[in-house]
T-cell receptor
Framework: NAGVTQTPKFRILKIGQSMTLQCTQD?????MYWYRQDPGMGLKLIYY???????DKGEVPNGYNVSRSTTEDFPLRLELAAPSQTSVYFC?????????????FGNGTRLTVT | DQQVKQNSPSLSVQEGRISILNCDYT??????FLWYKKYPAEGPTFLIS???IKDKNEDGRFTVFLNKSAKHLSLHIVPSQPGDSAVYFC????????????WGAGTKLIIKP
């Protein structure tokens, strides 16, 4: 099993550009999450999904969009990149929420906006 | 406001000794707590968890203690090994927030040979 796979690993964007961060998981997990981690801070939830076709905002959704057309894929879209979006982005999945099953993380995408 | 706080950004421990990482929380509705470990250029990986109905959970060298009255939990690693050098995150969840995890800022543990 590959687990949670994120691409790309690194990306540099100019202000105003757009991009999609890809995330796919092969564990048949219903729940998927996007987090960002800024230096010296904990993980902040951007968006999450409880199943295909269902998405919801997290703590810091502004400037981002997501879609969940399949169980496996949960891409994160940045439409107009801003320097404040410079961060490391982690995608995660888990089997359920009520059972407090642990999150499985990808290895992250390091994004720099200049 | 930080609901989950890890007040020590870093900790240095001699190999073979005990490492104690601390975590404080403010929300009394949190009912489940988890510790994750993170190596550079990798995502966090789950280490150990504890439900609020317990005060201790042990898994090999790792033990988590929960003190609900003090709103404090700690992770003990005994004995510490070089491979334990990593960043450790504390996280908490409650059913009222749809089991979303609230994360601490992490503590970087350095095990000295």
């Amino acid at each position: 099993n590959a687990g949670v796979t994120q691409t790309p690993k690194f990306r540099i964007l100019k202000i105003g550009q757009s991009m999609t961060l890809q995330c796919t998981q092969d564990m048949n997990h219903n729940y998927m999450y996007w987090y960002r981690q800024d230096p010296g801070m904990g993980l902040k939830l951007i968006y999450y999904s409880v199943g295909a076709g269902i998405t919801d905002k997290g703590e810091v959704p502004n400037g981002y969009n997501v879609s969940r057309s399949t169980t496996e894929d949960f891409p994160l879209r940045l439409e107009l990149a801003a320097p404040s979006q410079t961060s490391v982005y982690f995608c995660a999945s888990r089997k359920g929420a009520r059972d407090n099953s642990p999150l499985h993380f990808g290895n992250g995408t390091r994004l720099t906006v200049t | 406001d930080q609901q989950v706080k890890q007040n020590s950004p870093s900790l240095s421990v001699q190999e073979g000794r005990i490492s104690i990482l601390n975590c404080d929380y403010t929300n009394s509705m949190f009912d489940y707590f988890l510790w994750y470990k993170k190596y550079p250029a990798e995502g966090p990986t789950f280490l150990i968890s504890i439900s609020s109905i317990k005060d201790k959970n042990e898994d090999g060298r790792f033990t988590v203690f929960l003190n609900k009255s003090a709103k404090h939990l700690s992770l003990h690693i005994v004995p510490s090994q070089p491979g334990d050098s990593a960043v450790y995150f504390c996280a908490a969840s409650d059913r009222d927030s749809n089991y979303q995890l609230i994360w601490g800022a992490g503590t970087k543990l350095i095990i000295k040979p």
